[in-house]
Protein backbone atom coordinates (compact mmCIF):
# COMPACT_ATOMS: atom_id res chain seq x y z
CA UNK A 1 0.00 0.00 0.00
CA UNK A 2 2.59 2.25 0.99
CA UNK A 3 4.81 1.35 -1.81
CA UNK A 4 2.11 1.66 -4.68
CA UNK A 5 0.90 5.21 -2.93
CA UNK A 6 4.25 6.32 -3.37
CA UNK A 7 4.64 4.72 -6.59
CA UNK A 8 1.41 7.05 -7.95
CA UNK A 9 2.64 9.77 -6.08
CA UNK A 10 6.21 9.82 -7.27
CA UNK A 11 5.88 10.39 -10.64
CA UNK A 12 3.11 13.27 -10.31
CA UNK A 13 5.60 14.47 -7.21
CA UNK A 14 8.82 14.38 -9.75
CA UNK A 15 6.72 16.19 -12.40
CA UNK A 16 5.18 18.62 -9.47
CA UNK A 17 8.72 19.27 -7.93
CA UNK A 18 9.74 20.96 -11.46
CA UNK A 19 6.50 22.90 -11.84
CA UNK A 20 5.79 23.64 -8.02
CA UNK A 21 9.40 24.78 -6.97
CA UNK A 22 9.61 27.76 -9.00
CA UNK A 23 6.17 28.64 -8.39
CA UNK A 24 6.59 28.21 -4.61
CA UNK A 25 9.90 30.14 -4.51
CA UNK A 26 7.96 32.94 -6.92
CA UNK A 27 4.76 32.61 -4.30
CA UNK A 28 7.17 32.92 -1.72
CA UNK A 29 9.10 35.99 -3.06
CA UNK A 30 5.99 37.82 -3.78
CA UNK A 31 4.55 37.39 -0.55
CA UNK A 32 7.54 38.62 1.20
CA UNK A 33 8.08 41.46 -1.45
CA UNK A 34 3.91 42.16 -0.52
CA UNK A 35 5.15 41.59 3.01
CA UNK A 36 7.41 44.02 2.98
CA UNK A 37 5.36 46.67 0.97
CA UNK A 38 2.94 46.32 3.03
CA UNK A 39 5.06 47.11 6.60
CA UNK A 40 6.59 49.94 4.34
CA UNK A 41 3.37 51.06 3.56
CA UNK A 42 1.71 50.84 6.97
CA UNK A 43 5.15 52.51 8.54
CA UNK A 44 4.93 55.22 6.24
CA UNK A 45 1.06 55.22 6.78
CA UNK A 46 1.65 55.61 10.67
CA UNK A 47 4.49 58.17 10.44
CA UNK A 48 2.23 60.37 8.29
CA UNK A 49 -0.46 59.69 10.64
CA UNK A 50 1.79 60.71 13.85
CA UNK A 51 2.69 63.62 11.64
CA UNK A 52 -0.50 64.78 10.98
CA UNK A 53 -1.63 64.64 14.24
CA UNK A 54 1.15 66.46 15.82
CA UNK A 55 1.70 68.70 13.07
CA UNK A 56 0.20 72.62 14.67
CA UNK A 57 -3.02 73.42 13.93
CA UNK A 58 -3.79 70.73 11.34
CA UNK A 59 -4.91 67.74 13.34
CA UNK A 60 -8.06 66.88 14.06
CA UNK A 61 -7.49 65.98 17.76
CA UNK A 62 -6.04 70.08 17.78
CA UNK A 63 -9.36 71.16 15.67
CA UNK A 64 -11.22 69.78 18.27
CA UNK A 65 -9.37 70.99 21.56
CA UNK A 66 -9.90 74.70 20.06
CA UNK A 67 -11.81 77.46 21.44
CA UNK A 68 -14.46 79.24 19.86
CA UNK A 69 -13.99 83.07 20.83
CA UNK A 70 -16.91 85.64 19.86
CA UNK A 71 -15.12 88.90 19.86
CA UNK A 72 -17.50 92.04 19.86
CA UNK A 73 -16.50 95.61 18.76
CA UNK A 74 -19.05 97.70 19.28
CA UNK A 75 -18.96 101.02 20.46
CA UNK A 76 -22.31 102.40 21.24
CA UNK A 77 -19.53 105.42 23.22
CA UNK A 78 -16.38 106.87 22.46
CA UNK A 79 -14.84 104.73 19.58
CA UNK A 80 -11.33 103.83 19.82
CA UNK A 81 -8.92 103.86 16.84
CA UNK A 82 -7.80 100.59 18.16
CA UNK A 83 -11.21 98.90 17.37
CA UNK A 84 -10.55 98.42 13.73
CA UNK A 85 -6.79 96.64 14.23
CA UNK A 86 -7.75 95.13 17.10
CA UNK A 87 -10.03 92.69 15.05
CA UNK A 88 -7.16 91.20 13.31
CA UNK A 89 -5.08 91.32 16.10
CA UNK A 90 -7.01 89.07 18.36
CA UNK A 91 -8.26 86.68 14.98
CA UNK A 92 -3.80 86.52 14.67
CA UNK A 93 -3.06 85.61 18.33
CA UNK A 94 -5.90 82.18 18.08
CA UNK A 95 -4.22 81.87 14.91
CA UNK A 96 -0.40 81.67 15.56
CA UNK A 97 -1.55 79.64 18.79
CA UNK A 98 -3.37 77.17 17.58
CA UNK A 99 -6.10 78.01 21.31
CA UNK A 100 -8.83 79.46 19.37
CA UNK A 101 -10.80 80.43 16.07
CA UNK A 102 -12.24 83.89 16.51
CA UNK A 103 -15.73 85.04 15.29
CA UNK A 104 -15.91 88.96 14.79
CA UNK A 105 -18.93 90.68 15.76
CA UNK A 106 -19.55 94.44 15.32
CA UNK A 107 -23.48 94.75 16.66
CA UNK A 108 -25.18 92.47 19.23
CA UNK A 109 -27.06 90.18 17.05
CA UNK A 110 -25.09 87.17 17.82
CA UNK A 111 -25.68 87.39 21.57
CA UNK A 112 -28.38 85.08 21.64
CA UNK A 113 -29.13 81.81 23.58
CA UNK A 114 -29.04 79.98 20.77
CA UNK A 115 -26.36 81.26 18.95
CA UNK A 116 -24.00 81.57 22.26
CA UNK A 117 -23.82 77.72 21.90
CA UNK A 118 -21.62 77.35 19.61
CA UNK A 119 -18.66 79.42 21.47
CA UNK A 120 -16.45 79.03 24.78
CA UNK A 121 -16.07 82.72 25.54
CA UNK A 122 -17.41 86.18 24.38
CA UNK A 123 -14.46 89.20 24.35
CA UNK A 124 -15.35 92.82 24.99
CA UNK A 125 -13.91 95.75 23.85
CA UNK A 126 -16.99 97.98 23.54
CA UNK A 127 -18.30 101.10 25.25
CA UNK A 128 -21.55 102.70 26.00
CA UNK A 129 -25.31 101.26 26.83
CA UNK A 130 -24.80 98.46 24.24
CA UNK A 131 -28.48 98.01 22.24
CA UNK A 132 -29.12 94.07 23.60
CA UNK A 133 -32.65 93.10 24.33
CA UNK A 134 -33.92 91.94 27.87
CA UNK A 135 -33.41 88.47 26.06
CA UNK A 136 -30.00 88.65 24.89
CA UNK A 137 -28.84 90.44 28.23
CA UNK A 138 -30.14 86.92 29.86
CA UNK A 139 -28.61 84.80 27.38
CA UNK A 140 -25.51 86.62 28.08
CA UNK A 141 -25.78 86.02 31.98
CA UNK A 142 -26.59 82.22 31.65
CA UNK A 143 -23.84 82.08 28.63
CA UNK A 144 -21.39 83.04 31.67
CA UNK A 145 -22.96 81.42 34.61
CA UNK A 146 -23.42 78.47 33.13
CA UNK A 147 -19.38 77.68 32.71
CA UNK A 148 -18.19 79.85 30.39
CA UNK A 149 -15.51 82.67 29.49
CA UNK A 150 -15.83 86.55 29.34
CA UNK A 151 -13.18 88.54 28.33
CA UNK A 152 -13.28 91.88 28.45
CA UNK A 153 -10.32 94.72 26.97
CA UNK A 154 -9.69 98.47 28.29
CA UNK A 155 -13.29 99.72 27.92
CA UNK A 156 -15.29 96.46 28.44
CA UNK A 157 -15.54 98.58 31.96
CA UNK A 158 -16.59 101.48 30.01
CA UNK A 159 -20.03 99.84 29.30
CA UNK A 160 -23.42 98.85 30.14
CA UNK A 161 -23.14 101.55 33.06
CA UNK A 162 -27.04 100.89 33.79
CA UNK A 163 -27.02 97.10 34.00
CA UNK A 164 -26.06 96.02 37.23
CA UNK A 165 -25.49 92.36 36.50
CA UNK A 166 -22.79 93.68 33.85
CA UNK A 167 -20.97 94.93 36.92
CA UNK A 168 -21.23 91.39 38.19
CA UNK A 169 -19.50 89.93 35.09
CA UNK A 170 -16.81 92.84 34.46
CA UNK A 171 -15.82 93.83 37.89
CA UNK A 172 -16.10 97.45 37.73
CA UNK A 173 -16.43 100.85 35.96
CA UNK A 174 -14.30 102.89 34.22
CA UNK A 175 -14.14 106.26 36.12
CA UNK A 176 -12.12 108.36 34.52
CA UNK A 177 -8.28 108.46 33.14
CA UNK A 178 -5.95 110.79 34.82
CA UNK A 179 -3.33 109.67 33.49
CA UNK A 180 -2.08 109.07 29.81
CA UNK A 181 1.73 108.14 29.82
CA UNK A 182 4.66 105.81 30.57
CA UNK A 183 3.50 104.43 33.96
CA UNK A 184 4.70 101.12 36.31
CA UNK A 185 2.81 98.40 36.46
CA UNK A 186 2.95 96.38 39.58
CA UNK A 187 2.74 92.45 38.96
CA UNK A 188 0.25 91.92 41.89
CA UNK A 189 0.14 87.70 41.60
CA UNK A 190 3.22 86.99 40.30
CA UNK A 191 2.42 83.27 40.66
CA UNK A 192 -0.24 83.06 38.85
CA UNK A 193 0.40 81.73 35.16
CA UNK A 194 -1.35 84.51 33.63
CA UNK A 195 1.26 86.92 34.08
CA UNK A 196 4.57 85.21 35.66
CA UNK A 197 5.71 85.93 32.11
CA UNK A 198 5.58 90.07 33.10
CA UNK A 199 8.05 89.86 36.13
CA UNK A 200 7.63 91.82 39.31
CA UNK A 201 6.77 94.57 36.91
CA UNK A 202 7.17 96.52 33.55
CA UNK A 203 6.63 100.01 31.55
CA UNK A 204 3.92 100.58 29.63
CA UNK A 205 3.12 103.96 27.85
CA UNK A 206 -1.16 103.92 27.46
CA UNK A 207 -4.09 105.58 28.97
CA UNK A 208 -4.65 104.32 32.59
CA UNK A 209 -7.85 103.88 34.03
CA UNK A 210 -9.14 104.87 37.43
CA UNK A 211 -12.08 101.88 38.94
CA UNK A 212 -14.73 102.92 40.44
CA UNK A 213 -17.34 99.97 41.97
CA UNK A 214 -14.78 97.54 41.93
CA UNK A 215 -15.72 94.41 43.56
CA UNK A 216 -12.62 93.99 45.24
CA UNK A 217 -13.43 91.36 47.66
CA UNK A 218 -14.69 88.59 44.60
CA UNK A 219 -11.87 89.86 42.10
CA UNK A 220 -8.11 88.26 42.05
CA UNK A 221 -6.57 91.37 40.93
CA UNK A 222 -3.64 90.56 38.91
CA UNK A 223 -2.07 93.98 37.82
CA UNK A 224 -1.97 97.20 39.58
CA UNK A 225 -0.36 100.38 38.93
CA UNK A 226 2.40 101.18 40.81
CA UNK A 227 1.15 105.20 41.97
CA UNK A 228 5.28 105.94 42.37
CA UNK A 229 5.20 106.34 38.83
CA UNK A 230 2.45 108.82 38.55
CA UNK A 231 1.08 112.37 39.81
CA UNK A 232 -1.47 110.93 42.28
CA UNK A 233 -1.52 115.21 43.08
CA UNK A 234 -3.56 115.27 39.70
CA UNK A 235 -7.17 116.88 40.51
CA UNK A 236 -8.82 113.63 38.23
CA UNK A 237 -7.59 111.01 41.06
CA UNK A 238 -9.78 109.56 42.87
CA UNK A 239 -8.43 107.45 45.64
CA UNK A 240 -9.77 104.69 46.61
CA UNK A 241 -8.89 101.47 49.01
CA UNK A 242 -8.69 99.05 46.27
CA UNK A 243 -5.99 101.59 44.25
CA UNK A 244 -5.65 101.19 40.64
CA UNK A 245 -6.21 97.75 39.30
CA UNK A 246 -5.60 96.95 35.89
CA UNK A 247 -5.91 93.50 35.35
CA UNK A 248 -8.33 90.96 37.16
CA UNK A 249 -10.02 87.56 37.15
CA UNK A 250 -13.45 86.96 38.56
CA UNK A 251 -15.21 83.46 38.99
CA UNK A 252 -19.33 84.38 37.50
CA UNK A 253 -21.07 81.29 38.78
CA UNK A 254 -19.35 78.43 37.19
CA UNK A 255 -18.12 80.87 34.48
CA UNK A 256 -14.92 82.95 34.56
CA UNK A 257 -14.22 86.51 33.30
CA UNK A 258 -10.64 88.37 32.60
CA UNK A 259 -10.56 91.92 32.44
CA UNK A 260 -7.51 94.04 31.51
CA UNK A 261 -7.90 97.70 31.59
CA UNK A 262 -4.69 98.12 29.15
CA UNK A 263 -5.59 98.72 25.30
CA UNK A 264 -6.12 102.03 24.49
CA UNK A 265 -2.96 102.53 22.40
CA UNK A 266 -2.29 101.41 18.88
CA UNK A 267 1.18 100.51 20.31
CA UNK A 268 0.49 98.00 23.70
CA UNK A 269 -1.99 95.74 21.22
CA UNK A 270 0.69 95.56 18.86
CA UNK A 271 3.31 94.34 21.55
CA UNK A 272 4.14 91.01 22.28
CA UNK A 273 3.79 91.03 25.62
CA UNK A 274 -0.28 92.36 25.45
CA UNK A 275 -0.99 89.75 23.21
CA UNK A 276 0.55 86.89 25.13
CA UNK A 277 -1.67 88.44 28.00
CA UNK A 278 -4.46 87.93 25.89
CA UNK A 279 -4.04 84.91 24.81
CA UNK A 280 -3.53 83.81 28.69
CA UNK A 281 -6.69 85.42 29.90
CA UNK A 282 -8.97 84.25 26.81
CA UNK A 283 -7.48 80.76 27.26
CA UNK A 284 -8.05 80.55 31.44
CA UNK A 285 -11.35 82.16 30.82
CA UNK A 286 -12.36 79.01 28.28
CA UNK A 287 -10.83 77.26 31.18
CA UNK A 288 -7.35 76.48 30.81
CA UNK A 289 -5.27 76.55 33.58
ZN1 LIG B 1 -9.15 104.48 25.92
Redesign the pocket.
Known sequence: MCKQTKTDKWGKREVGQWLQVPFQRFLIGLFALFSLSRAQVLLLATLMACGYALWPHSGHANEQQRGRLLYLTLSAG?K?D?VAPSRDIVKGIGEKSGAFDTTLADDVSGFTAENLRNYDAVMFYTTGELPMTSDQKTALVDFVKSGHGFVGV??AT?TFYMWSDYLDIVGAYFND?PWHQQVTVDVADPESPLVKFLGKSFQVND?I?QMSDFQAKTSHVLLKLDTSSVDMKNPRVRQRFYGYPLAWTRSVGAGRAFYTAL??EEAVWKSDWFQQLLLNGIRWAMGGH
Open positions: FHTHSDHEYGH
